[in-house]
């Protein structure tokens, strides 16, 4: 039901997908969550909602002391995100309700090799930056006296009408450390043991970021790699061996008979 889970951003590596290409991929820590809250339609929340409780730290601040108390996690909680649940009925309601503050979740429990997530984190924060780089401005000419204005933003307006510069516009300013969400990225490998997820493609945000991640759908026309079968070649080499062997200790006895019958033939 909950289709989301909180992690941390590892670092990036290389790997091989089903279709035994070389891919980029990213490695994030997703390690056990824990319901801190649940909201339902019925209560003063008005929605169906599952608040998760990620991490944890030596200082966490009193307010988030008490939410983990209140839970009964006895582990001090550092981050927490709010996930909303979709859909309507008896059968939601049901399975909201049966989530209680204390359940911990799993990795292995919402994802598996070959869905499709999208990850939402907060993009690097990169200061000040110019019209070329921040909105990908082409810039102005090298010749005819321009040699300084190259990456110039040139006019913001046009004139008396309408006598100002309209909101939103494309200017220099403070770029990235924003919310950003990539989609339709496909998870490429699962480590139960050390609560590793291989997403294949970039998430955003720096190492070390929290990111959540939503399970979409199964990758469109996916196919699990080959299972890897026991060495059957060897197997049957040995049983020909055998069967080899028997047939030589059993030739020589059927020569011999074959002689006798010519001799008795014969006299």
């Known amino acids: ?11 990036m590596t290389s790997t091989y997908d089903s279709r035994g290409r070389r891919v980029g991929a990213t490695v994030v820590q997703i390690s056990p969550n824990f319901v801190t809250q649940v909201k339902t339609t019925e209560g003063k929340d008005g929605y169906n909602g599952v608040q998760l409780g990620y991490g944890t730290k030596k200082s966490v601040r009193k307010p988030q002391l008490g939410i983990g108390k209140k839970a009964g996690i006895e582990q001090p909680v550092r981050w927490f995100r709010e ?3 979709k859909g309507e009925g008896e059968s939601v309601k049901g399975e909201v309700e049966s989530l209680k503050p204390g359940t911990e979740i799993k990795l292995d429990q919402v994802f598996s090799i070959g869905d499709a997530v999208k990850v939402i984190g907060t993009s690097k924060g990169k200061g000040f930056q110019g019209g070329v780089r921040r909105h990908g401005f082409h810039g102005g000419p090298k010749t005819h006296g ?18 100002r510069v309209y909101k939103g516009k494309k200017m220099a300013g403070h770029m990235g450390d924003t919310q ?15 609560n590793l997820l291989t997403i294949k493609g970039a998430v955003p945000g720096p190492v070390g970021s929290l990111v959540m ?9 996916y196919t699990p790699p080959p299972e890897e ?6 197997e049957g080499e040995s049983v020909k061996g055998e069967e080899k062997t028997e047939n030589q200790q059993e030739t020589p006895v059927v020569e011999e008979a074959l002689k006798e019958e010519v001799k008795t033939n014969a006299s």
Do not use: C, H, Y
């Not at 110039?152 to 008396?160: E, L």
């Not at 079968?229 to 060897?234: I, L, Q, T, W, Y």
């Open 146 to 163: 321009q040699s300084d204005r190259l990456r110039a933003p040139g006019a913001i307006g046009s004139g008396t009408t309408p006598g």
């Open 213 to 221: 991640v939503t399970k979409l759908e199964r990758i469109k026309g």
């Open 229 to 234: 079968k026991p060495d059957e070649e060897g």
């Open 1 to 11: 039901m909950i289709n989301t889970l909180i992690g941390t951003k590892k670092d």
């Open 83 to 85: 996930v909303r649940i």
């Open 180 to 194: 950003a969400s990539v989609k339709n990225l496909e998870v490429v490998g699962l480590d139960k043991e050390k």
